[in-house]
């Protein structure tokens, strides 16, 4: 009676488990693994789950963590137990192991089961692709893009993305993975520094001194020696405030569409932090539901194998909605679901307006003033046109 039914010959799978959505990274921080359970509640209301195949993750092994990440960092990760920080050293604590314990990546009660669940749901869809069961496989509870072989690092423990890309690299020669987090993917990057088999692709806003992390300028395309074939692999689309829906599906499907017909990718892998909505609480960027949509549309009409992570997302309300379209982009029912958010919503007070499409002025009052002028957008195109000069299939 929702209407929404499964189309034929089209596979989606989703992914997540209810244990991961629990956990608590502190009264203050702003990850909340709660957005997981509003966004599910959502997309299960628009009557979704009826048109993919639905499936609890499991928890990642110690095994397959350890296909990146250090032993010696999973040994401590799986046996640290959360210790109150002092108030006063939160934010300067000198020396901390593996940057663990403080402020972005706090102990908190059953991390390891935290991390393991985001990776595990990660792979499984990794696998669903790579056995060709599905076409498009969803872990909104993945995207963890900065953890390192052997640190965390802001709010990232375990890198769920690197664990499934690698995944997939043992059926696909080539995988292109794109980031449109506010966020410099900066880990899932560095892991694929070395090969050409990875083309990484972040899209976010970038200010050395004053926006984490901090790398992610235009220039840096991995390590130039001539002995590196990842060199000219990493692309970077550095970003000001204020960027608009418009001005980023110009520059999202110019530079996507040059990097498909270039390095022609077997699969992509798609990171859709939703902290680059207008109004996040975190983010700096003035994009709607439609406009970071627009993303996913673009992937999945490349017609390759794609995976949709979550990622970065602040403010719950706008993650839920977004997520909740991008769902119901991937199973291809974005025309036919109600704008009006369905009556037996749970939660529906939290969404504030009972639109999935708030405009600019619901969602702020006053909209951030857009810091990116058109020449400079066109700069960043032609930069990124000449780098794929020194990049083949
Ligand atoms: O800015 C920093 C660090 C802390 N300073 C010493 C520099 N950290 C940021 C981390 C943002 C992480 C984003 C993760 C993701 O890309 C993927 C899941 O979205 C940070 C910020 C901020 N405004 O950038 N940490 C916090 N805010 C924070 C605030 C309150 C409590 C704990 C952390
Ligand atoms: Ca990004
Ligand atoms: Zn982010």
Redesign the pocket.
Known sequence: ESGITRPKGYNVSFHCNPDMEKHH??M????KPWRLTLSKSLIYSYGMSFAMDNYISRAATYEELASFHSTDYLDFLGTVLPEPVPRDLE??NPDLKFNLG???C?LFDGLYDYCSLSAGGALDAARKITSKQSDIAIAWGG????AKKAEA????YINDIVIAILELLRFYPRVLYIDI?????DGVEEAFFSTDRVMTVSFHKYDPHN???GTGALDDNGPKNEHNPGAHHAVNVPLNDGITDEQYDMLFNSIIGKIVEKFRPSAIALQC?A?SLAGD??GRFNLQVQGHGACVEFCKKVGLPLILFG????TPRNVARAWTYETSIAVGCQDNISPVLPQHTPWREQFRQDTLFPTLEQILGEPRQNRNPQKRLQEIVQHISEQLRFVQA
Do not use: K
């Open positions: 990274f502190g203050t921080h702003p990850m934010n300067q403080g402020s972005d706090p995207g963890l893009h900065h690092s802001g709010f990232c987090d506010v966020h410099h993917g926006f984490f992390p932090g902290d609480r975190l990622g970065g997302g602040y």
